[in-house]
């Protein structure tokens, strides 16, 4: 084939892709969707291996592979032009029951010459909490509807005895089936223009430039892979539930041009829903991987034949059913991200060459916070605190994190407008900024995460309810690199502040933590309320550091703490940085001082062994 | 010859041995073929409070400095819950004796 044509049918992919999440961003009404960009869309080819990988979560690339194949298996015999599927069970190859799949074939002159399939977290699926993170879940059996596989279009009529059934056992059916259609207008788009391109440059063409791309993707990660240095690389994520802790352990082993991701250092299947599923932390470490070493590789099945993952049955990364799943996205998964981001980090660190596209942490720690009640307007509203994709990211060799920057498993992540939150919910903020000293300290500072605080208004029952399920107040889970600290841990806090506790002062003007009258409590996990003149706060995690924080250029730790974003007490205690006093201006002598009996300090202490 | 281990780490030859070093002072922290972090010194701060208020952790959890014996710069981190044993990264490093 000339290289024309074959640029043309690869860039024609990567369209048709864009195309179809633009559809999905505009038919879907979940802020989700369209203000956070919880979705995926993706192009496989006919036995249900990655064609192309799109944009969104990227743990959903392979996953919703593994969904086509499923599909096949199946359906083997009864698939047909117009058909579309709906696959939503974790044991089979969905991340949780939210996260609903919509598989469509692609068909061509009666054959089937592909597949297109997306994603979004549906508006509710039924679970015992609104939302779908179910944090008193305590197996897949009450985490709502799931299907290991349902004909949800019969050669394109709608099945509306299936969907009915689906809408039947969720709350707010008219948003979810608004969510369905949307995956529906996505696929359609999807399905529509690759046929085009099958109809412009004829089936065996398109075909040969795909196998062609894949072939490609295979060569490149292995010859990357090869530039790479040899050897063996260690993390570990710590997730603590109700006080009770649960690790993820990693060792990833490179040789030659091959990858091995062995968890077999994790913890067994926890009794809450953090876990996940084999084929979810399987996609969990392609979500690093993609953009850390295939950024300029196209995401297809090539990229994942070099790849092997090692994770022993009835462990919190390869659970067993019923074990509760519900919050793996933000649970298991995540942490295998972050863990998969160190030691890929660590690998790429190891290489003159690749040192400078090592990263530590973003934003680890999702906290996932849905919100639930009647809102002013009367009807039922139930969405994710969208802050939640808002992220931090972490710092490289060469540059700090961005501050609020987002997370690597999706490159577009973003958050809503606080007016936007305002307008979905009773509610009102108090403030949303940057959080000081969250970002992990290092020679780079990792970007920071940010604090909000809210109060309900207007609200016709007093206030709303809300699902936390938050681990990582317990541990920092953004790690640092070569010598950086992680980043700040998340918090919740139920402000309570009736007459009692808070007398007669206003919550509703506060604009610090510190201004927010009445007693704080920690929440992590489960239901709660925020009523009358409670309020609730949270702050998240920044972004892991990169280095010795000794040698972080002392300008940039003065500009930090002008800024807000350094504590004075950091700036001094953990950078080594003195400022005069009354000018606030930084003292070069007394700096090069403070840090020499820094690391004087450090020489005292004991050897590790 | 030198081969990169990490950015504070490399391995050389130093009186015909191989030697995983300090990047900034050459200071030799062991053979290449055992884990350098015994040879480190090691600071564990607790977590909380380890970069400001905002480090909430909890008491067992730590933060692990391993630091140059010699020139005091921290070669490495990670957090730990107590009694964890450390995290140990290996790099091929048989080019440096077979050159
Ligand atoms: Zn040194």
């Given at each position: 084939?000339?290289?024309?044509?074959f640029?043309?049918?690869?860039?024609?992919?990567y369209r048709?892709?864009?195309?179809?999440?633009?559809?999905l961003?505009n038919?879907s009404?979940?802020a989700?969707?369209?203000?956070?960009?919880?979705l995926?869309?993706?192009?496989?080819r006919a036995n249900?291996s990655?064609?192309?990988g799109?944009?969104?979560?990227?743990?959903?690339?392979?996953?919703?592979a593994?969904?086509?194949?499923?599909?096949?298996?199946?359906?083997?015999?009864?698939i047909h032009?117009g058909?579309?599927?709906?696959?939503?069970?974790p044991?089979?190859?969905?991340?949780?029951?939210?996260?609903?799949?919509?598989?469509?074939?692609?068909?061509?002159?009666?054959?089937?010459?592909g597949?297109s399939?997306c994603?979004?977290?549906?508006?509710?699926?039924g679970a015992?909490?609104?939302g779908?993170?179910?944090?008193q879940s305590q197996d897949?059996?009450?985490?709502?509807?799931?299907?290991?596989?349902?004909?949800?279009?019969d050669?394109?009529?709608?099945?509306?005895?299936?969907?009915?059934?689906?809408l039947?056992m969720?709350?707010?059916?008219?948003m979810?089936?608004?969510?369905?259609r949307?995956?529906?207008?996505?696929?359609?788009?999807?399905r529509?223009r690759?046929?085009?391109l099958?109809?412009?440059?004829g089936?065996e063409?398109?075909d040969?430039a795909c196998?062609?791309l894949?072939?490609q993707?295979e060569?490149?990660?292995r010859?990357?892979?090869r530039?790479?240095?040899?050897?063996?690389?260690?993390?570990r994520?710590?997730?603590?539930?109700n006080a009770e802790?649960?690790?993820?352990?990693?060792?990833?082993?490179?040789?030659?041009?091959?990858?091995?991701f062995?968890f077999?250092?994790?913890?067994?299947?926890?009794?809450?829903s953090?876990?996940?599923a084999?084929?979810a932390?399987?996609?969990?470490?392609f979500?690093?991987?993609?953009?850390?070493?295939c950024?300029?590789?196209?995401?297809?099945?090539g990229?994942?034949?070099?790849?092997e993952?090692?994770?022993?049955?009835?462990?919190?990364?390869?659970?067993?059913r019923?074990?509760?799943?519900?919050?793996?996205?933000?649970?298991?998964?995540?942490?295998?991200?972050?863990?998969a981001?160190?030691?890929?980090?660590?690998?790429?660190?190891?290489s003159?060459?690749?040192?400078?596209?090592?990263t530590?942490?973003?934003?680890?720690?999702?906290?996932a916070?849905?919100l639930?009640g009647?809102n002013?307007?009367?009807?039922?509203?139930?969405?994710?605190?969208?802050?939640?994709?808002?992220g931090?990211?972490?710092?490289r060799?060469?540059a700090?994190?961005?501050?609020?920057?987002?997370?690597?498993?999706n490159?577009?992540?973003?958050?809503?407008?606080?007016?936007s939150m305002?307008?979905a919910?009773?509610?009102?903020?108090?403030?949303?900024?940057?959080?000081k000293?969250s970002?992990?300290?290092?020679?780079y500072?990792?970007?920071?995460?940010?604090?909000?605080?809210?109060?309900?208004?207007?609200?016709?029952d007093?206030?709303?309810?809300y699902?936390?399920?938050?681990?990582?107040?317990?541990?920092?889970?953004s790690e640092?690199?070569?010598?950086?600290?992680?980043?700040?841990?998340?918090?919740?806090?139920?402000?309570?502040s009736?007459?009692?506790t808070?007398?007669?002062?206003?919550?509703?003007?506060a604009?610090?933590?510190?201004?927010?009258?009445g007693?704080?409590e920690s929440?992590t996990?489960?239901?709660?309320?925020?009523?009358?003149?409670d309020g609730l706060?949270?702050?998240?995690?920044g972004?892991?550091?990169?280095?010795?924080?000794l040698e972080?250029?002392?300008?940039a730790?003065v500009?930090d703490?002008?800024?807000?974003?350094?504590s004075?007490?950091?700036?001094?205690?953990?950078?080594?940085?003195v400022i005069?006093?009354?000018a606030?201006?930084l003292?070069?002598?007394g700096?090069?001082?403070?840090?020499?009996?820094?690391?004087?300090?450090?020489l005292?202490?004991?050897?590790?062994? | 010859?030198?081969?990169r281990?990490?950015?504070?780490?490399?391995a050389?030859?130093?009186?015909?041995?191989?030697r995983i070093?300090?990047?900034?002072c050459?200071?030799p922290?062991g053979?290449?073929?055992?884990?350098?972090?015994?040879?480190?010194?090691?600071?564990e701060?607790?977590?909380k409070?380890?970069?400001?208020e905002v480090?909430t952790a909890g008491?067992d959890v730590?933060?692990r400095?391993?630091?140059c014996?010699s020139?005091g710069?921290?070669?490495d981190t990670?957090?730990a819950?107590r009694g964890?044993p450390?995290?140990?990264?290996?790099?091929?490093?048989?080019?440096?004796?077979?050159?």
């Amino acid at each position: 084939m000339d290289p024309i044509t074959f640029s043309i049918i690869r860039h024609r992919l990567y369209r048709i892709v864009d195309e179809a999440v633009i559809t999905l961003k505009n038919v879907s009404g979940s802020a989700t969707t369209n203000e956070g960009h919880d979705l995926m869309v993706s192009l496989y080819r006919a036995n249900g291996s990655l064609l192309m990988g799109g944009v969104g979560f990227l743990h959903h690339l392979t996953s919703a592979a593994e969904a086509c194949k499923a599909i096949i298996r199946r359906f083997k015999g009864d698939i047909h032009e117009g058909d579309m599927f709906l696959l939503n069970d974790p044991y089979t190859a969905a991340l949780h029951t939210s996260d609903i799949y919509l598989i469509s074939p692609i068909h061509y002159d009666d054959q089937l010459v592909g597949w297109s399939a997306c994603f979004v977290h549906v508006y509710d699926i039924g679970a015992m909490s609104p939302g779908g993170f179910s944090p008193q879940s305590q197996d897949i059996y009450t985490e709502g509807f799931s299907s290991p596989g349902i004909k949800i279009i019969d050669r394109g009529e709608l099945r509306n005895d299936v969907l009915d059934t689906l809408l039947n056992m969720v709350r707010n059916p008219e948003m979810v089936s608004l969510d369905i259609r949307s995956l529906i207008a996505c696929n359609n788009v999807a399905r529509d223009r690759f046929r085009v391109l099958i109809r412009k440059y004829g089936e065996e063409i398109v075909d040969g430039a795909c196998m062609t791309l894949i072939d490609q993707s295979e060569q490149l990660l292995r010859d990357r892979l090869r530039e790479l240095p040899n050897g063996k690389w260690q993390s570990r994520q710590y997730m603590d539930v109700n006080a009770e802790v649960h690790r993820v352990g990693l060792t990833m082993t490179k040789e030659d041009d091959h990858l091995v991701f062995d968890f077999s250092d994790s913890s067994p299947e926890s009794p809450y829903s953090i876990n996940c599923a084999y084929w979810a932390s399987w996609g969990g470490l392609f979500a690093p991987l993609f953009p850390l070493l295939c950024y300029d590789i196209t995401w297809n099945e090539g990229v994942i034949r070099p790849i092997e993952m090692i994770a022993p049955e009835g462990t919190i990364v390869n659970c067993r059913r019923p074990a509760p799943v519900s919050v793996a996205t933000v649970g298991a998964i995540q942490s295998v991200n972050n863990a998969a981001c160190t030691t890929i980090g660590k690998m790429l660190a190891a290489s003159e060459k690749y040192k400078g596209e090592a990263t530590a942490v973003w934003h680890a720690n999702h906290f996932a916070i849905f919100l639930f009640g009647q809102n002013q307007r009367g009807g039922q509203s139930i969405g994710i605190l969208t802050e939640t994709f808002a992220g931090a990211g972490g710092a490289r060799s060469f540059a700090d994190g961005v501050d609020v920057g987002g997370e690597v498993p999706n490159p577009i992540s973003r958050m809503a407008n606080v007016e936007s939150m305002e307008a979905a919910f009773p509610l009102r903020y108090l403030f949303r900024r940057r959080m000081k000293d969250s970002g992990g300290a290092g020679e780079y500072r990792g970007g920071v995460g940010a604090e909000l605080a809210f109060v309900p208004h207007d609200a016709p029952d007093g206030g709303l309810h809300y699902v936390v399920s938050g681990k990582g107040t317990q541990f920092p889970m953004s790690e640092g690199l070569n010598g950086g600290y992680p980043g700040a841990p998340n918090s919740y806090l139920w402000v309570h502040s009736n007459e009692e506790t808070a007398g007669d002062a206003p919550l509703s003007f506060a604009q610090s933590l510190e201004s927010m009258p009445g007693e704080k409590e920690s929440v992590t996990w489960g239901v709660y309320p925020i009523m009358g003149r409670d309020g609730l706060y949270v702050q998240w995690n920044g972004g892991g550091g990169y280095g010795d924080p000794l040698e972080r250029d002392p300008a940039a730790v003065v500009a930090d703490f002008e800024e807000g974003v350094v504590s004075e007490w950091t700036l001094r205690n953990v950078y080594g940085v003195v400022i005069d006093g009354d000018a606030g201006e930084l003292d070069g002598p007394g700096t090069e001082a403070a840090r020499k009996a820094a690391r004087g300090t450090r020489l005292q202490r004991e050897a590790a062994e | 010859m030198s081969i990169r281990i990490s950015a504070t780490l490399e391995a050389r030859m130093v009186d015909g041995e191989g030697r995983i070093v300090c990047v900034s002072c050459s200071h030799p922290l062991g053979p290449t073929d055992q884990p350098w972090k015994p040879a480190a010194t090691l600071n564990e701060l607790p977590m909380k409070g380890a970069g400001g208020e905002v480090y909430t952790a909890g008491d067992d959890v730590l933060l692990r400095q391993f630091n140059c014996p010699s020139c005091g710069k921290v070669l490495d981190t990670e957090t730990a819950l107590r009694g964890d044993p450390f995290l140990i990264d290996e790099v091929d490093v048989s080019a440096l004796s077979d050159s």
